[in-house]
């Protein structure tokens, strides 16, 4: 629902989807890194609704990862990710089970891109460098993964990577 009213997020307001489960029973860890990636993403209010002291060492993990938080805290750049591709379903589309797969938006650090794989099995995602706005279309990218903090190299024209099941991938695009 929130890919409907993300245009509207910025300094003065912000989506509400509710609490942060990372860490709570019920996610597997790919879910914990797709529903963290698009709380931060949407820059929505981090409320944390599992007992820290309870939580895994993973989960604990993904709640600091410092990128998807930088982007989410950041003071220059107050609009959230939007989306920029439906993926399974045409754009523009509501369905709870496939929401919108490709979203970007901008930061201090570069362009945020997520891929969420919403299918039972894992697929390759490409981020195609003139579908995203922020991105020149011919433009050449170094591309660090937000979740391992490792440098993947230099693209052009676009990336592709496997994306595991419900799983989320984050990138940092920046020239």
Do not use: C
Request: avoid cysteine.
């Amino acid at each position: 629902m929130n890919s409907f009213i993300v245009n509207d997020a910025n300094f003065w307001g912000h989506p509400d989807p509710d609490m942060l489960e990372v860490g709570n029973t019920g996610l597997s860890p790919a879910e914990e890194r797709s529903h963290f990636a698009f709380w931060a993403a949407m820059k929505s209010p981090l409320l944390i609704g599992t007992d820290l002291n309870k939580a895994s060492n993973e989960a604990i993990s993904i709640m600091l990862n410092k990128h998807l938080l930088a982007f989410n805290q950041d003071n220059v750049y107050g609009a959230a990710a939007k989306p920029y591709k439906w993926g399974t379903n045409p754009d523009y589309t509501f369905n709870a089970s496939n929401p919108a797969e490709f979203w970007s938006g901008e930061s201090q650090q570069g362009t945020l891109v997520l891929m969420l794989n919403t299918l039972d099995h894992s697929r390759n995602m490409t981020a195609d460098f003139r579908e995203i706005p922020s991105l020149e279309a011919d433009g050449t990218y170094n591309i660090l993964d937000a979740w391992t903090g490792e440098d993947l190299g230099s693209f052009t024209l676009k990336f592709t990577v496997e994306v595991a099941s419900h799983d989320t991938a984050a990138l940092v695009l920046s020239s």
